[in-house]
């Protein structure tokens, strides 16, 4: 059974860091490409960072996080991070960790986890 279980959110202030982690079970993580989504209170789900599988490990980021979130994978941890830096309030949000069915961001993601939430206040 895929399981996907975040950690790390919390409350931090403007400008602050904050770590997401994600344990993956289930399923052999190498092999599939991961994301991050988030969905802020009141608002739809928002893609914010895909990282995909293989050697290359490409990484891609949403505009709104681009130069200051960073994702990344342990594969040998089963794990998938996002370091977040300059943190905004419009940031606040549950964010989710998300498996795709395949190898490519791209491909679609087919399981989430439960999410944890990001508050970013002053």
């Known amino acids: 059974e895929v399981q996907l279980v975040e950690s790390g959110g919390g409350l931090v202030h403007i400008g602050g860091s904050l770590t997401l982690s994600c344990a993956a079970f289930g399923f052999t993580f190498s092999t599939y490409a991961m994301s991050w989504v988030r969905q802020a209170p009141g608002k739809g789900l928002e893609w914010v960072s895909g990282?995909?599988?293989?050697?290359?490990?490409?990484?891609s980021y949403a505009d709104s996080v681009k130069g200051r979130f960073t994702i990344s994978r342990d594969n040998a941890k089963n794990t998938l991070s996002l370091q977040m830096n300059s943190l905004k309030p419009e940031d606040t949000a549950v964010y989710y960790c998300?498996?795709?069915?395949?190898?490519?961001?791209?491909?679609?993601?087919?399981?989430w986890g439960k999410g944890t939430l990001v508050t970013v206040s002053s």
């Open positions: 990282i995909n599988s293989g050697g290359g490990r490409s990484t």
């Open positions: 998300a498996k795709t069915q395949g190898d490519l961001i791209w491909l679609g993601m087919d399981y």
